[in-house]
């Protein structure tokens, strides 16, 4: 007796601008340039609010009307229909500002008690895998997201998923520490094997419960609904309802794009009639109910063990893996530019710099700058606002360019705290060898950790160091300080104590001490 999981996957990106700089100018000419200001350039909001009021007519207005109308119809049934929505920190931003309406369906959705909303991360990023340490940043817009849902809904999410359903084992144990009781995930047959995506599954390395998603039920929806080719056309609510009664499993995870139902499947094909009748027609049957994913989680056993490490990461994109997002060099260098530009953005303090930065980390920008062919690349087509992924990767660099300018004129600013707070990132850290090659365990990752260390080294690794060069070529390329540098070249012929204290004094003088 399988319980369905209705699970709708709602997001809109902020899309960037094609005439970046003289939307700048524009602004500058007319004043101060804020933070605001530069955002504003940077993301073409014309065209956001164009999309947003559009989906919000096709699809999430008579789309949540409809689902609304289904969880009052069944609430006082013996069995109810109840679903799950995800929704982006920045699809909710949008629609505060542009289409207030649906989130009023969400909320009256939200009163229900028979919705679940599910974690994801704010921006809807791939911060997961930019290899930041700590996975500090994924936390970060994850409780960020936390904070957002319980302010607009009144509920904290118990289950999560990563976004656009990207998995490892390492993500899951994450979001067990940080509490979460079920993650899901794609149910990729090359990890699953002869296994069934129709039943709970755990985490690797954790307790945490993994649903993973039927791609071909959900797809038979989000993509071959309208599609005049397809030997099961027309796909009606009762049709669907017989496939998932003849199902075999406890659980089948019906997860889509919420755009499916008016925007991406277009209402005059029959979408909204579908997903209006749908509910009713499952409740006919017998072996079939509704669980949200946190209900069917706890309902069911765990059948078997999901185990994917890091480098095997999968999705419910394209080849289910990551490619979409980091298959091309334009896409991994694109991920670099944002993982270098982070250290600097986080040492500046400056949140509205932050804020930029991570919408830079929505991960359609990457997605745009896919190279894929076939009916794969007619998806990305389809979705993507520019003429070709070459032009999605200049416009991103394009957009980084800016930030790291500002970023520049911050530092200017203060360049005393920002030597303070700058950790560089662990590849760029200085560590400590000895004269025989062998790595002492001591590294520095900042000014101050460095100061520390010095005093800590024997003087034998210490005066190796000097002699060599290596303090002062790590000051000039990593912190790009050359005066520093300069400073340090001239201790080399000092002994370990004397060159210690000139060291330690020159550092002190540029944290301001």
């Known amino acids: 007796m399988p319980d369905i999981v209705f699970v709708f996957e709602v997001h809109q990106p902020y899309r960037l601008a094609r005439d970046v700089y003289r939307r700048l100018v524009e602004k500058a000419l007319r004043g101060r340039l804020t933070l605001e200001d530069i955002e504003d350039a940077l993301f073409d909001q014309p065209l956001n609010k164009l999309v947003m009021e559009r989906a919000a007519s096709k699809c999430y207005i008579p789309a ?34 542009w289409a207030p309406q649906v989130l009023d369906l969400f909320r009256e959705l939200a009163e229900t ?82 296994r069934s995506p129709n039943y709970v599954y755990k985490a690797y390395g954790s307790d945490i419960r993994v649903l993973t998603r039927n791609y071909r039920l959900s797809d038979d929806v989000g993509f071959r609904f309208s599609d005049r080719n397809w030997d099961q056309y027309p796909l009606t609510a009762d049709k669907y309802a017989a496939w998932l009664s003849a199902t075999p499993g406890d659980v089948i995870l019906i997860a889509v794009d919420y755009e499916t139902f008016g925007e991406h499947h277009w209402p005059e094909t029959g979408i909204h009639e579908f997903l209006r009748w749908l509910p009713g027609e ?45 298959g091309n060099s334009m896409q991994q260098s694109s991920a670099r530019a944002l993982y270098d530009l982070y250290f600097y953005v986080e040492a500046t303090g400056d949140q509205g710099l932050k804020r930029l930065w991570k919408l830079l980390t929505i991960s359609d920008h990457l997605y745009y700058q896919a190279t894929k062919f076939g009916s794969i ?54 560590y400590f060898y000895s004269p025989l090659g062998g790595y002492t365990g001591l590294k520095a990752s900042s000014l101050p950790e ?19 060069g290596d303090y002062s070529e790590w000051f000039r390329n990593v912190f790009m300080l050359p005066g520093l540098a300069e400073e340090i070249e001239r201790a080399r012929d000092l002994g370990a104590d004397e060159a210690r204290k000139a060291i330690d004094s020159a550092i002190r003088r540029y944290l301001g001490g």
């Open 64 to 97: 949540t009307r409809i689902i609304l109308e289904n969880v009052k119809r069944f609430s006082q049934a013996d069995k109810k229909f109840k679903v799950a929505f995800s929704l982006s920190g920045v699809f909710i931003e949008q629609a505060k500002k």
């Open 113 to 194: 008690g028979l919705v679940e909303f599910v974690e994801q991360t704010y921006y809807h990023s791939m911060v997961a895998f930019l290899g930041i340490p700590g996975n500090a940043e994924l936390i970060e817009q994850v409780l960020e997201h936390r904070r957002l849902i319980e302010e607009e809904f009144g509920v904290r999410p118990s289950s999560i998923e990563n976004t656009e359903f990207s998995y490892n084992n390492d993500i899951a144990s994450l979001f067990a520490s940080m509490g979460y009781r079920v993650v899901l995930t794609e149910g990729v047959e090359r990890v699953l094997g002869w």
């Open 282 to 326: 499952i409740l006919k049957y017998w072996n079939l109910s509704f669980s949200t994913p946190s209900e069917a989680a706890e309902k069911y056993p765990a059948r078997d063990v999901i185990d994917i490490p890091p480098w095997a990461s999968i999705s419910w994109a394209d080849e289910r893996d990551l490619s979409a997002w980091l």
């Open 377 to 430: 690349g007619e998806v990305h087509a389809y979705f993507s606002p520019y003429k070709n992924a070459s032009d999605a990767y200049a416009l991103f660099m394009e957009a980084v360019g800016v930030l790291s300018l500002l970023v520049s004129q911050r530092i200017e600013k203060d360049p005393v705290g920002f030597l303070a707070r700058f950790k560089t990132p662990p590849e760029k850290a200085f």
């Open 450 to 468: 460095f100061r520390e260390a010095i005093w800590k080294v024997p003087d034998d690794v210490f005066v190796y160091h000097l002699r060599r």
